[in-house]
């Protein structure tokens, strides 16, 4: 099992410029997460997926928006890339939405110039 | 939202000594406590978690202990070694959130 796979691993954008961050999961679990990750920072919950067909809003959702695709798969868009938004992106999964341990993918770093 | 509060946020120790860190957290809800390792450039990974319904749990050098009614939870780490340095998150699983993190690190 890959576990939590995220693409791509290294981006660099210019302000203005849209992109897509893939997540995918061959756990079967039922939630996804997107968190960021600043400089020597916590880790600042974006968007959840508690079950597919659903997302909310987390801690800092605003410059996001996310799509789960189906139970595997969960996607966050930088629709106008800011330079506030450099920072590493991590995707995570579990079984259910707040009693089970969660499985990080390996991140994405992104820097807006 | 639930809020979580952790400290220290940096803590040195000498090898072989004891660590301890500790979270707060204001939601009565929270029924599980996990915390996370992340070394430098990797994931973050589960190293132990307890449920509201335990006040204490060990897996070999690492505990965590729970005080639901004053609502905190800590980390202990015994017989630390050079290897436990890194960062360490704690969440109360409510709404997903982490604590801020503590930097540890274990001089030889």
């Known amino acids: 099992n890959a576990g939590v796979t995220q693409t791509p691993k290294f981006q660099v954008l210019k302000t203005g410029q849209s992109m897509t961050l893939q997540c995918a999961q061959d756990?079967?679990?039922?939630?996804m997460y997107w968190y960021r990750q600043d400089p020597g920072m916590g880790l600042r919950l974006i968007y959840y997926?508690?079950?597919?067909?659903?997302?909310d809003k987390g801690e800092v959702p605003n410059g996001y928006n996310v799509s789960r695709l189906n139970k595997r798969e969960f996607s966050l868009r930088l629709e106008s890339a800011a330079p506030s938004q450099t920072s590493v992106y991590f995707c995570?999964?579990?079984?259910?939405?707040?009693?089970?341990?969660?499985?990080f993918g390996p991140g994405t770093r992104l820097t807006v110039l | 939202g639930e809020n979580v509060e952790q400290h220290p946020s940096t803590l040195s120790v000498q090898e072989g000594d004891s660590a301890v860190i500790k979270c707060t957290y204001s939601?009565?809800?929270?029924?599980?406590f996990p915390w996370y390792k992340q070394e430098l450039g990797k994931r973050p990974q589960l190293i132990i978690d307890i449920r509201s319904n335990v006040g204490e749990k060990k897996d070999q050098r690492i505990a965590v202990t729970l005080n639901k009614t004053a609502k905190h939870f800590s980390l202990h780490i015994t017989e630390t070694q050079p290897e436990d340095s890194a960062v360490y998150f704690c969440?109360?699983?409510?709404?997903?959130?982490f604590g801020a993190g503590t930097r540890l690190t274990v001089k030889p």
């Open positions: 756990m079967n679990h039922n939630s």
């Open positions: 939601d009565s809800a929270s029924n599980y």
């Open positions: 997926s508690a079950s597919e067909g659903t997302t």
């Open positions: 969440a109360a699983r409510y709404d997903m959130r």
């Open positions: 995570a999964s579990s079984e259910s939405p707040s009693v089970n341990e969660q499985f």
